[in-house]
Structure formats: structure tokens, C-alpha cells
């Protein structure tokens, strides 16, 4: 019989610091794979097994060996929050998940939809994170419009962070540098708004991050296909997300709605019925408000075509 000591150096088939799991934080999510980092800053490509569930950018997950160089996503970590769009056929998705702050991209061209930046600023409120409005192209006057731009100092009395950037002047963005320094901020809005553009100016090596993660454009075309997470040069992440067209919510209820409303707040205790959904009820603080000039029609009025579409979809 051989002594303990001799079975010391030999290797051990099935020791189970061979299959150890690693925690790791996904890039880019593909539909059965994806990039993603290891806390050691290795990149990985990953397959994602069905039954694990859908990563998505941002997700922190465990990766597994796989047999040879390939990898394997294990186990997705609760996530503390999802940032949500619709797919081409109208349902939502998860565009990017464990977010510190969200950076609203409107631009003096294209003009903003009516209602984008209000639908975003409540799914954002939702999330319970910070929005930023960013207005890019800030060096081309507006078309004229009596929208969202005409009213943007409201969203700066409101309590918002609004910050004006151009991409086509020296010095441009640094109004959004010390915003991002921090957490995972992620770029969304309408496509053309500039939010590639703007991740370019953010990131001096996105060149060689972008070839580190394997994607390719090549289609003569720069719009965004992919969510992509960066590594920022003073701390942080900035992710770049496909441009919308129209944003919708899902998931939310009506109370979820008028509490993105941070200027109706004074006054929801005020209404008669407790389950007031501020629209024709009797004894409404919230019409009163507006009635009296406190409370800007034009954002009551975004509120009431936001319930209205929620109540369609
Ligand atoms: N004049 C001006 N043009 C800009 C500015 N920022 C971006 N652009 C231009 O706007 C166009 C669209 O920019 P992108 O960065 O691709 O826009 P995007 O929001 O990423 O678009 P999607 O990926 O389709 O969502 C490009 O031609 C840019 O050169 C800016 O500050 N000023
Ligand atoms: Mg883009
Ligand atoms: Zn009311």
C-alpha cells in the first residue's frame, strides 16, 4: 500500500479547483455568445447556455472551462436593475442591465419626437437611477420648434441634469467627462443623435477596444447594432446602445408613470381619491396645480398620451 505522501504529486482528474467558476462582466451579448471580462481584465468569448438564461450586456456572470480554449457562462448574478426597448416586433428587451446612470441623448437634429425625452426620463425614474440630458450638436441652431428643445431650460428647473455637448468642436464633450468618471452610464436615444459619436470622443482608444471584441460594421453604414460596453479612461463604463425611434414602455403601472413626474409630487397627497389617475377625476390636486400655472400644461399633457399608450400596449 503506498504511503499518502506519495499520491501528493500526482495530478488529480477531478480536482474542483479544475472547473473553478470565475465572475466575469459581459461586453457584448450576441445571441448564443458573447464577450465578456474577468475581474483579472481577461476577455473572454463565452457561449451562453439555454438554460442559464439570456446575458446581456452588462450582466455580471460566473464563466466555466469548457474543454480546450472554450468558455462557458454558468450561472447570470442577480441583476440590480434592466434597462428595457422594444425588439423589431414591438416586446420589450433588456438592453443592458447593473446601471448607474443614463445618458438621454437628444440633438438639434434630428429634432427629438414629441414625448421621447418625458417616456425616457420615467422608465429611467423607474430604475431608480439618474438620468442625464445630453443635447449634442449643441453648435447647430435648432430647426425652429416650440418642442422638447424650446423647453429645455423646464427640465433644468425641474432638477434634471442637462449638459450641451458637440462632437465637431475642440473641448466639446467635457461637459459629460467628470459625469461618467464614475458607475456604468449607458448612451441611448434617437438613431443619428450623435451617441457614437459622442462614445468616440470619450473613449481616445475605442479603436482598439472595439477590435479586442470582435465586432465588425463593415456595411457602410455607422449605425449601432450592437450594445457595447467600454472601459473609460478615467474610471467607469460607457455603454453605446442601437438608436431608437420611438422609445415605449412596458412594465410600468400609471403610478409608476406620474411618480417620473417629479413636478407632481407636491401634490399627490392633495387629490380626493386615492387612486387618482389625475385625467378627469373630480377634486384633482394635480389639474389644480396645472389650472394654477405650477405645473407646465405641456408636461401634463405628455403625461396623459404616455397613460394612454400605456394603456394600448
Ligand atoms: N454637427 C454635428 N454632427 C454630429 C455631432 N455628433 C455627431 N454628429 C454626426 O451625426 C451623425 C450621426 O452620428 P452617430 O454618432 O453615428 O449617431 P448615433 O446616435 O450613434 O446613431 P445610431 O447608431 O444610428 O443610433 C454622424 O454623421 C456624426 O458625424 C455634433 O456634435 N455636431
Ligand atoms: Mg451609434
Ligand atoms: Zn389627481
Redesign the pocket.
Given at each position: 500500500m503506498k504511503d499518502w505522501l506519495e499520491y501528493v504529486d500526482e495530478p488529480v482528474p477531478c480536482h474542483p479547483l479544475m472547473n473553478q467558476a470565475d465572475e466575469a462582466l459581459v461586453r457584448v451579448a450576441y445571441g448564443s455568445h458573447g464577450i465578456v471580462e474577468t475581474l483579472a481584465g481577461e476577455t473572454r468569448d463565452c457561449r451562453f447556455r439555454r438554460n442559464v438564461g439570456r446575458p446581456c450586456c452588462g450582466d455580471h456572470v460566473m464563466i466555466r472551462a469548457d474543454g480546450g480554449d472554450a468558455w462557458v457562462v454558468d450561472e447570470i448574478l442577480a441583476r440590480r436593475n434592466e434597462f428595457m426597448k422594444a425588439d423589431n416586433r414591438g416586446r420589450p428587451q433588456v438592453v443592458a442591465a447593473n446601471l448607474d446612470r443614463v445618458l438621454v441623448v437628444i440633438a438639434t437634429r434630428p429634432l427629438p419626437s414629441r414625448d421621447l425625452l418625458d417616456r425616457y426620463l420615467v422608465a429611467v425614474h423607474s430604475l431608480g437611477i439618474e438620468p442625464v440630458i445630453v443635447l449634442n450638436k449643441a453648435e447647430l441652431e435648432p430647426e425652429v420648434e416650440d418642442g422638447t428643445l424650446a423647453h429645455l431650460d423646464d427640465y433644468s428647473r425641474l432638477g434634471y441634469t442637462v449638459v450641451r455637448t458637440s462632437c465637431k468642436r475642440d473641448g466639446g464633450v467635457e461637459p459629460l467627462t467628470a459625469l461618467v468618471e464614475t458607475g456604468t452610464s449607458i448612451l441611448v436615444g434617437q438613431?443619428g443623435v450623435g451617441?457614437?459619436?459622442l462614445?468616440h470622443q470619450l473613449l481616445p482608444d475605442i479603436e482598439i477596444q472595439t477590435g479586442a471584441l470582435s465586432t465588425t460594421t463593415g456595411k457602410g453604414t455607422?449605425?449601432?447594432t450592437t450594445t457595447i460596453l467600454y472601459t473609460l479612461p478615467g474610471g467607469g463604463q460607457l455603454i453605446?446602445s442601437?438608436?431608437v425611434w420611438e422609445y415605449g414602455l412596458w412594465t410600468l403601472d400609471d403610478a409608476d408613470i406620474a411618480a417620473g413626474y417629479p413636478e407632481f409630487q407636491p401634490w399627490l397627497g392633495g387629490c380626493r381619491f386615492n387612486n387618482c389617475r389625475h385625467l378627469s377625476e373630480p377634486g384633482c390636486a394635480v389639474k389644480d396645480a396645472v389650472a394654477a400655472g405650477r405645473v407646465s400644461a405641456r408636461r401634463y399633457d405628455s403625461y396623459t398620451r404616455l397613460l394612454a399608450q400605456n394603456a394600448a400596449s
Open positions: 438613431s451617441k457614437s459619436s462614445a455607422h449605425t449601432t453605446d442601437p438608436g
